[in-house]
């Protein structure tokens, strides 16, 4: 399972899927790692039943979320609020602290 965000751009993935004929428990690292070499700056959310996936999901510089977790559909709206531009923009200084804050285009 995958979302094609703009027509080539993978936003959110699961661990494992089928590849080849076979199930493939690790076939959404391995698209992870492929994607973040084709688009380093694109947002991705590592997803699995398995609490272990979320210390590959920090080496690969992705968001993780647990299925498991009570508050997942928060969790899944926070990271599109954040990541995906269906939020606030908000202006952050080099170390990323929050500068301002626009919440519609007449803001800016």
Known sequence: MFW??????ISHLIVKFFSEGKLDENA?????EHARKLLPD???ILQSFKKSNE???HKLKVAFLDKNSESLLYEI???LSNYLGFGNFVFRDEVGNPIAIATAMEEF
């Open 4 to 9: 094609v965000a703009d027509g080539n751009a």
């Open 28 to 32: 959404g690292i391995r698209l992870v």
């Open 42 to 44: 694109l947002p991705i």
């Open 55 to 57: 210390t590959i999901a």
């Open 77 to 79: 709206k926070n990271f």
